[in-house]
């Protein structure tokens, strides 16, 4: 049983950043949960025509590549750049590979649909004499999923091993699982993570389809929450071992929980019983028990099926009383972006003692009967669990923690 | 440091001539003559009819290929944790939305829309099985059947369970084929044991990063489909495997690196 111990040692989040409709980096990220503001607003978005909200990150298209990876331009690589170029994140990556080599520094991230709208504008410029497409467009560097990790990689001159986890809107929860157990095979020291995803029709006129986007900037939990704004984001964290000496209010990962739905590819099972299984598994492989955890980053899509689901879930493992609120009702749904987006967030909250209430949702469903914020709570916080759920009954949920957890 | 070891209780496959593992096996080592043929894919078991028709090949794939695995190692599909790996995901599908949203009325269809989800395969699968395990779903273009086959022994070393590899991947239609031009659809699967369950049968592997470029295979119809269909990358391994001796192969990896995969 030794493996299996050994799975549930803690990891340090040695550097993180995000950048999504609330801010650029740390700072802004934080300034904008305790002003309590919302990044929604109407869609604006290329050609698209939608009556929907989303959260678009402004000054994308101004983040020109380096000429040396111009091959890898599209939105999702430039937004990752712009993840990239907050809080000093490329520089504490490059001490990280300074210290452990190259080699030693994986690259694991989520995204969804990576740069698929540079296929879907290509498609609206198919040659009519042969049926081709530009000859500029270059499918592996933009399109693929992979090719977000491979930009990456290449940005931060890193050699070691690299993947791109794609389980749709858990994708940047579960890289967190997948950094750590290359850590603990000992094939990699550190491990740069996180989740980019940006605004495509795919996503856009896709969710419309299934009518799960909401008119108005979307309303988790609420009694007349009516769908999801769709939003894009990057976030990073660099992951690696705990050091013998650490600060307190460093933050930890501390555990990782996952399990699969066995029910429907785009609908939760009713009663969250896969959301439930990666939330026990994620406390028990940080050796917890419901009771440690202050604070519950909810999915919280804002889809009636989604909260009702989650909220079934919740009540089962923590009861009524632990307080959880869902970001996204100012971060909008970041998909394969949002596991990533809401571990930097709960980074935050633990570091400067915010539980950030929920934003836009005036009046939550008492049906779903549990302790739901509706304004942010200043009270230091020791231990947050993040939930990720996404299509095909992919889940994933995080436990986080400061590293010394006081009284 | 924890070994990546692993054993192969059951293999899957399905690729252009190939049909399974146990005839695939002679074809392999060149006691056959080893002719491509477009790859024909089973029916899927275990769901309803109306779900099967709604399935992509890339999905009919990679479940029949797992299916294969599991039988052929007489595991429980409904107890497994999975590693799904595929370059592309559904080509097909992903030409029709891109087709449709480049017209002047943009309609998608909501059963286009959630199979283009990159762990479609992953998700029909839990559907099909019944399992509730964690399912993990990785693209690494040209690298994913390596990084599938790292994650997946991993899994397997640091947590003393079985684990089911699945690793797929089939053609774009063109306009999108000149650009990624798979030739047709290639699965294979792996049950892996961890080492202590004293696993009975199959071959023990041990995998670890290396510096050297892949193997190629000597066969060139064979080593055409290695480099034709990114999930036929596996194909240096399986042949090792189809020899029923020891011996180690590179299988390619990022940057012209490999996996080092020892068949001990």
Known sequence: MTALAAATEPLLLSHYTAVSCLGYGKRETLTSLRARRTGLAPCRFETVTLDTCTGEVKGVDEQPLPPSLHHFDCRNNRLAQMGLRQDEFADAVARSAARWGRKRVGVFLGTSTSGILQTELAFRHIDPSDGSLPKDFDYARTHNSFSVADFVRRALALEGPAAVVSSACSSSAKVFGSARRMIEADVIDAAVVGGVDSLCLTTLYGFHALQLTSRLPCRPFDLQRDGISISEAAAFVLLERVPESVDADAVLLLGVGESSDAYHMSSPHPEGLGARAAMVAALRAARLQAADIDYINLHGTGTVSNDSAESCAVRAVFGARTPGSSTKGATGHALGAAGALEAVICALALQNDLMPGGVNTTTPDPSLGIEYLLANRDRPIRRVLSNSFGFGGTNCSLVLGRAQAGP | ?264
């Open chain 2, 1 to 264: 440091m924890t070994p990546l070891v692993a054993t192969i209780e059951g293999i899957g496959l399905i690729g252009p001539g190939l049909q399974d593992w146990p005839s695939s096996r002679e074809l392999l080592l060149g006691l056959k003559p080893f002719t491509p043929r477009p790859t024909v894919l089973p029916l899927p078991e275990g769901l309803p009819a109306a779900e099967r028709r709604r399935m992509g090949r890339v999905v009919k794939l990679a479940l029949a290929v797992g299916t294969q695995a599991i039988r052929e190692a007489g595991a429980e599909a409904a107890s497994l944790p999975t590693v799904f790996t595929s370059s592309g995901g559904d080509g097909q599908n992903c030409h029709e939305i891109c087709r449709s949203l480049a017209q002047e009325e943009r309609q998608l269809s909501p059963t286009r829309f959630h199979n283009s989800v990159h762990n479609a395969a992953s998700g029909y699968w839990s559907i099909a099985t019944g399992s509730t395990a964690p399912a993990n779903v990785l693209c690494a273009f040209d690298a994913s059947f390596a990084s599938g086959l790292l994650e997946a022994v991993a899994q397997v070393s640091l947590a003393a369970m079985r684990v089911l590899l699945v690793a797929y991947d089939a053609e774009y239609p063109p306009p999108l084929h000149e650009k990624r031009p798979i030739s047709d659809a290639f699965g294979v699967a792996f049950v892996l044991a961890p080492d202590e369950t004293g696993a009975h049968r199959g071959a023990r592997i041990r995998i670890g990063l290396s510096e050297a470029p892949a193997d190629r295979l000597s066969e060139p119809q064979l080593e055409q489909l290695r480099l034709s269909i990114p999930a036929a990358r596996s194909l240096p391994l399986l042949v090792q495997l189809a020899r029923r001796e020891p011996g180690r192969v590179g299988v390619e990896y990022l940057d012209g690196r490999s996996l080092a995969t020892e068949v001990l």
